[in-house]
């Protein structure tokens, strides 16, 4: 059986293990390789970016210094002025507040239910980030995937806030429609945080890939308000600093789906 008490099913959804291909349409610089990826596990991931109403909850919780918004107001947007080293802490926070093991040591290492470092995301009980391609798979759809250019269309418009409609800021979560799974803001509205380290695709096929290797920028993928609408393209590819902290780059949340034994 499978074991779903841990995890609020009305804010997530299950992506069931599946193989696609991360491949580029128009050769850009980030996107010049095609791998097949294959995810051997089941994982949940948030229907929506992490906003700033939840993070504040952590910060009001931990003392921490609450991120600035620049006006554009708090509440349900997506929490912005996050480094990915923030974005992990609200991970351990938030599985300590579930009373489950938590994904990450001090260094950013993952951590399996016995916090043991582990660089397999299917032994990793607590909240966390997803890998690169945990976050593709999810913003095509995973097994109902229609193939589309942005998370849920063809049409930019339809399901994104970019550079051309969003009047150069964020906006509230869950306004423009979801994607096949019932995922929202996928391709806009902030670039959101992943685990991996930033590197070229790797031609060869990949099991449950993982670029864990010490590098120096961390992987963000969906695009922006900011940017134009080539730029939040499903395919496309762009990294970070991990201690940057930038008005147009956020997060959401995935948790591998444990199964009772």
């Given amino acids: 059986m499978i074991n779903k008490n841990k995890v609020n099913e009305d804010n997530n959804i299950l992506l069931e293990k599946g193989s696609f291909i991360m491949v580029n349409d128009n050769k850009d610089y980030y996107e010049k390789s095609a791998q097949k990826v294959t995810l051997t596990y089941d994982y949940y991931i948030a229907k929506h970016e992490t906003t700033f109403e939840e993070y504040y909850e952590y910060c009001e919780d931990t003392n921490k210094n609450k991120p600035k918004d620049l ?8 929490v912005i002025y996050v480094s990915w080293w923030d974005a992990i802490k609200y991970c351990n926070w938030k599985s300590k507040k579930n009373g489950i093991s938590i994904a990450y040591d001090s260094k950013g290492n993952l951590l399996d239910k016995n916090s043991k470092i582990t660089t397999e995301l299917s032994k990793v009980e607590g909240y966390r980030l997803p890998s690169e391609a945990e976050w593709e798979y999810a913003a095509r759809g995973g097994q109902k995937s229609n193939s589309y250019k942005y998370s849920g269309s063809n049409l930019a418009k339809e399901v994104t806030w970019y550079s051309k409609n969003s009047k150069f800021k964020t906006h509230e979560i869950g306004k423009k429609l979801p994607n096949e ?3 929202y803001d996928m391709s806009g509205n902030v670039w959101e945080w992943c685990y991996d380290w930033y590197t070229d695709y790797n031609k ?15 992987v963000v993928r969906g695009g922006s308000w900011f940017v134009n609408s080539h730029n939040v393209r499903i395919v496309n590819r762009y990294n970070n600093l991990p201690n940057a902290t930038v008005s147009d780059v956020g997060f959401r949340l995935v948790k591998t789906l444990i199964k009772n034994k």
């Fill in 181 to 183: 799974l019932g995922l």
């Fill in 71 to 78: 006006g554009w107001k708090r509440g349900k947007k997506s």
């Fill in 204 to 218: 060869s096929n990949q099991i449950d890939p993982l670029h864990h290797s010490l590098g120096k920028y961390r």
